[in-house]
DNA sequence: CGATCTTACGGGATTCGTAAACATA
DNA sequence: TATGTTTACGAATCCCGTAAGATCG
């Protein structure tokens, strides 16, 4: 008992041309071909579906009977197939991704531009969460992927860096800093400086390394979001470090920002992915943007 | 494009025990055979369903997506033709037939119970009406046959004989007649003659051949219906010629019956079927248990 | 007799199984 | 290295098309 989709299609053409000749114009097949496909479907199926004559062609009670049932099931068929392949062609679907907030409200928009344009019936998701929390999102499945900070190393985790990104010294341009050519970690330690509270991953780096080089920062506010900090600078409460995604925002509120050497606070920026998980074509599509942006 | 039930069962089959080793023994397949069957679903819905490698085996989205639609289809296209191979070998379905009362209210029931004997999950519809009307339901498509008197050559309709009926005359057990060793017409123009109305068929048949004899009944009661003669018979408002059909209920009602002769009238009861409409299975099984009974 | 479906049969495509190669944990 | 999937290739099967045959109106 092996019936297939064709021969459903070929029993619905030949009840709706009542003829098997022109049935098989329809369906380009031979007549005989036809034939001997309907004989087979009435031999799976255990009974004669059409009555026919050299003159005459009808349903058989039977066949009347499984006429609607036919039409419907190629229906279904066609419909799950069809969207299936616009699924895969990015024809529609959704994606759902996570993404910091420092990359989310810098860089992000105008990927999703990129992306919109290419594929205009593709609903996206943001998820533009607090960097821990971007990765525990693609770690319980909630999205398919995050652009975040490298998580390092994780067993059921991958990264893939899309670029670095260096911290730069962050100041307001009244500040008495302007005067100092090339700032450096000793000049910003003899300042009231703002930055992220703990457990912030960003935090917890720069004090480990600023630790090594027993560099001590005078550690005045603290808070939860990159952007308060870059707020707060910016009302001159303080110096800061910030990561330098934040260059347009920091040029756009009249900060001062310089770069840092010795010891140079750098983290990788890139795609969290769930190991042994394969993503969605437009997961791919999405990232393959991303790629081919950062090189 | 085009996909087979067979690769959706396939489909299934290795979700359902994520390995395709596995699944290959399930369906009675080697495993490249499966392989290849997978690798061309994929190519027709135009992307991966299973990511896998020699270690992991997993769902791609996409797959999971298309999951529960597989499922869905495969289960409604069992379904189908279970139901489908099920009406065909008579486990189940639905029968409508017409017959006379005359032969509805005798010999149906017998055939009924022999029918139901063998075939008990068929729900058959029994329309006992008038001749006339048991035949415009073949007509009309309301039934798929009727039992009843040859309606004569029709166009659209096509009659099987069964049995020829002749018709006796009836009175009761009281009357003069019982005396008379060879009853004939002679006798019974003599007596008050109860029968059927115009335009019954019967009534038409007797009428037709009496007069060309130049018989004249002497009608005084006339009815629609041939059980209500044979009750009048019994009651002794007169005597009648009855179809011999009626011998049992007319046992039962303790009338005396005698056969005539000069002229002899006598129908033949039979199968009327829709000419160019095939019967479906049931209904020829039924007719088969009606041909055998009467040969 | 003519239009239409069925049967017969040879050729071609598809699918299958075996064996070997390949890949990953 | 061992397990499991893919590739390669010859064989069987299935399906198609042409041609001839059968049948009904």
New binding site residues.
């Given amino acids: 008992m092996n019936i297939?989709i064709?021969q459903i299609r070929t029993f619905l053409a030949v009840v709706k041309v009542n003829?098997?000749?022109e049935a098989s114009e329809l369906l380009?097949?031979?007549?005989?071909?036809l034939?001997?496909?309907?004989?087979?479907l009435e031999e799976t199926v255990g009974g004669k579906l059409l009555a026919?004559?050299?003159?005459?062609?009808a349903l058989t009670p039977e066949g009347e009977i499984f006429l609607p049932v036919a039409r419907r099931l190629l229906a279904d068929f066609d419909n799950a197939f069809i969207e299936l392949h616009d699924l895969f062609s990015l024809q529609h679907g959704n994606l759902s991704l996570s993404a910091m907030p420092s990359f989310a409200s810098t860089h992000l928009p105008q990927h999703l531009l990129s992306f919109n344009k290419e594929y205009p019936a593709i609903k996206v998701k943001i998820h533009d969460v607090i960097a821990e929390d971007a990765v525990k999102m693609v770690q319980t499945g909630k999205v398919e992927f995050a652009i975040s900070f490298d998580p390092d190393t994780s067993d059921d985790l991958s990264f893939e860096t899309l670029f670095s990104d260096k911290f730069v010294a962050a100041f307001s341009k009244n500040h008495k800093l302007m005067k100092v050519k090339k700032v450096g970690w000793q000049h910003l330690i003899k300042h009231p400086f703002i930055t992220l509270k703990h457990p912030s991953s960003i935090r917890l780096l720069m004090d480990n390394i600023l630790a090594e080089q027993n560099i001590f920062l005078n550690v005045t506010f603290e808070t939860n979001q990159l952007a308060t900090v870059v707020q707060m600078v910016a009302t001159e409460l303080g110096v800061s470090v910030i990561p330098s995604l934040y260059k347009q925002q920091m040029q756009a509120l009249n900060l001062e920002f310089r770069e840092l050497s010795s010891p140079v606070i750098s983290r990788r920026v890139g795609i969290i992915t769930r190991r042994?998980y394969p993503l969605s074509q437009t997961a791919q599509a999405f990232i393959e943007i991303l790629r081919s942006y950062y090189q």
Same sequence: chains 1, 2.
């Fill in positions: 297939t064709k003829s098997f000749v380009h097949l031979s007549q005989p071909a034939s001997t496909a309907i004989k087979k026919r004559s050299t003159r005459t062609l042994r």
